[in-house]
């Protein structure tokens, strides 16, 4: 099963991928087991996209696409920003960057998600949920 929403970059929109991502997850057939995990990865993602990657300018566009099969969900977002080098971004739970307000929502994702990826400078983020039995009512 395959779905695409695109959105201007704007917050306001966020509501309008949670939304998609529910409406996605019911007809899926997923539990709500992963759901947190699923809808904030892909809300921070969107995020950063709209913030970082396209600066907020609602000429451009944040893309999301996600892909279901029986053993995985795939996700991918879609900027069109310049992209960033993933490598500078600091671990936010050492000391020296605890008030630094970078790199948490990098962090977040990497730590929900089951794998996480950076392509195209950055600017394309691919996220992996594995769905074992417990996670998926319809196999």
Known sequence: MKRAHSIPSHLTYLYDVEIFLQTFIKEAGLSDIQYG????????????????????????????????????????????GDGFDVDSIQDPTEVKNLKNERGRGIFIIRNLADEVRFENKGSLVKIKFKL????????
């Open 37 to 80: 995990s699923i809808v904030l990865s892909v809300c921070e993602s969107v995020n950063n996209a709209i913030t970082h990657g396209n600066q907020h300018d609602i000429t451009k566009k944040v893309d999301i696409r996600l892909e279901c099969c029986q053993k995985e969900l795939k996700i991918e977002i879609e900027d069109q």
């Open 132 to 139: 074992s039995s417990e996670h998926q009512l319809l196999l």
